[in-house]
């Protein structure tokens, strides 16, 4: 008898939960399917692919530029603050103290990419008569250039 009344009291507290668990709408606790944020992040890839493949072209497209001497050329793709900040005339001058140091540019290497803060920046390595560099482009959501930098190439 006693593991009768037990059996009740073990199912009167159960049932409560039961009848709590069914009163429950199933949207409070949907998830969405797997295969919505996989799409979300398939977009996501594409967009970030599209943005680095046209800094890596507005990179590629300043450093030609660059190294054949056409500096206004190679600051046509500056966004707004990189057009005030740095003259078609500034950047010649930099790039011929770069010319004077390292000697002309003699080829460049595979270019890096990584996304950061809202930027595509892309590593471009550069080979110069005496010695390399990287060059830094980093580039806006609209794909203008938005920093650029050089570096001491790291490693042999």
């Known amino acids: 008898m006693q593991r009768l009344s037990m ?4 199912l ?7 009848t709590f668990a069914a009163a429950q709408h199933p949207a409070e606790n949907a998830r969405g399917h797997p295969a919505s944020s996989a799409h979300a992040n398939a977009l996501a890839g594409q967009t970030d692919a599209a943005r680095i493949e046209a800094c890596t072209s507005a990179a590629n497209t300043m450093i030609g530029n660059l190294g054949k ?3 206004k050329a190679a600051t046509m793709d500056f966004d707004s603050t990189m057009q005030a900040n740095l003259s ?16 002309k540019l003699q080829g460049r290497g595979t270019p890096q990419n990584v996304m950061y ?12 008569e005496k010695g390399a560099l ?10 203008k250039i938005a920093g650029f930098f050089l570096r001491p190439a790291g490693g042999p």
Do not use: S, Y
């Open 12 to 18: 009167g507290l159960a049932l409560p939960g039961l």
């Open 69 to 71: 001497g056409d500096a």
């Open 117 to 128: 803060q809202g930027h595509t920046i892309i590593t471009v390595p550069l080979r110069f």
């Open 88 to 103: 078609p005339d500034k950047l010649a001058e930099v790039w011929q103290q770069v010319e004077h140091q390292m000697g």
């Open 134 to 143: 990287n060059a830094q482009v980093a580039c806006d959501a609209d794909g």
């Open 7 to 10: 059996a009740f009291v073990l």
